[in-house]
């Protein structure tokens, strides 16, 4: 090769090497977009910004909480994986996550009046290479019994379905609801407890499935107050309309069965337990509830092995469901102070999968508690009754839980007052406020700072 051929194939290799590279794509702009929820802690009154406010928080132009709260405090904005757990350490702080990653610990602002959780107007919005997860709503409502000046009300109504015709729509919307029924639907035996056996019409059935009522808990002091035969009677009659019923059954085993509903977007579990007695339990062959014996009602100390059995049931539906809801009916009548065997079987439940633990029987609302990601709810007060000799008895609150299969979002009270006709409504302001305070004053932290 001569020279000159030698020095062109050099420049040739020189200029090759020095080639500016080809330029690297440009990354896909994310695809999805979710809720910003901002959290604050339960100590802290409700929020509601409206959309420009928001945004300045989120752009960190507010340092205080003066033009949120009229308190002069210092405000922290908090972002990171870790701030839902800074709103609980310090109530100064802000946490602002996906509404898809929130927790019952936290209370959400509300942004123009709408829900991060609920609206899908909600207008404050990030960019996600994630779509938003899918939740569900499920409602869990209390002591509802159809008969004695109940259902001589409907009788004369005509219209077996009338006292459900406030809070209808709101189960209805639910993705599940499930109510606890303190009524036989025969009264084809000996009444049991006198002038306090409760039997209603089989027509309410048709009222209660208009209300969007999906699974019905039987695990009570009422189910047996005309016999065996009417209890059977009742679960047929239940099923054949359509309903999951739990908590009791035609024997122990049967008695022991959760009910799960799958809505779609997620699996949800009931397991429901008696330690109130008057119905018998279930026996091998017998039909009953699922029976703990425990404090007061039925025994001076818990029974453990119900306890154990009751431990494993769960454990088991724990596998097999995205959101697992215990449903116990124990406890004291008339006061808002849940009893020391409550709180015990509520950490079994709690320790052994359940998800959410929502108590009945007293008549009142009770305390709230927090077992790590659970919430236990002590007793939702009557839900449909004729019990107008006291204020307390004639309030409770429904519990909407918003879950997703990954977590629980949150657990909301639902504040109502039954009326003259038997008939829960809902309520705000200051009636809603001081059923809140009942629950409240018998909570444990976070929930001993306010219920919303």
Known sequence: MTRLALLVTLVALL????????????????????????????????????????????????ETWEPLSGQDEPLRVVRTDE????????????????????????????VD????????????????????????????????????????????????????????????????AF???????????????????????????????????????????????FGAEPMLTT??????????????????????????????SLRVGFYATDSIGETPAAGPASPGTNRIDAPPRTGPAIDQEALRRAVEDIGDLAGRVDLLVVVPHWGTQYTNVPEPSQREMARAFTDAGADVVVGGHPHWVQGWEQ?????????????????????????????????????????RPLPYVIDETFTPRLVEGERAAAILELARRASSPPFDAGLR
């Open 15 to 62: 200029a090759g090497c020095t080639s500016a590279p080809e330029p690297a794509p440009s990354p896909e702009p994310p695809s999805h977009r979710l809720p910003l929820a901002i959290a604050t802690s339960l100590s802290r009154p409700p929020l509601d910004l409206d959309a420009a406010e928001a945004r300045r928080l989120v752009a960190g132009e507010i």
């Open 83 to 110: 701030a839902l757990d800074a709103v609980l350490a310090d109530d100064t702080a802000v946490a602002l996550v996906p509404a898809d990653r929130v927790r019952p610990t936290v209370r959400l602002a509300t």
């Open 113 to 176: 009046g709408l829900d991060p959780l609920d609206d899908e107007d909600y207008p404050l919005t990030i960019p996600s290479e994630r779509p938003l997860t899918p939740h569900a709503r499920v409602l869990v409502g209390g002591d509802v019994m159809l008969g004695r000046r109940v259902g001589a009300y409907l009788a004369r109504r005509g219209d077996l379905g009338a006292v459900w015709g406030d809070i209808g729509s709101v189960l209805a919307d639910a993705d599940v």
């Open 179 to 225: 109510v606890n029924l303190e009524s036989t639907l025969s009264t084809a035996g000996p009444p049991q407890q006198g002038g306090d056996s409760f039997g209603a019409d089989p027509g309410v059935l048709a009222g209660m499935r208009a209300a969007g009522i999906d699974v019905v808990g039987l695990a009570n002091n009422h189910l047996g107050d």
């Open 235 to 264: 679960f047929r009659l239940l099923r054949e309309a359509g309903f999951a019923v739990v908590g009791a059954g035609e024997d122990r085993a049967r008695a022991r069965e959760p009910a799960i509903v799958d809505t779609g």
């Open 371 to 411: 077992h790590d990601d659970a919430t236990v709810v002590h007793s939702l007060g009557n839900l449909v009754f004729d019990m107008d000799f006291m204020r307390e008895t004639q309030e409770g609150i429904l519990v909407e839980i918003i879950a997703t299969p990954v977590q629980v979002l949150d657990v």
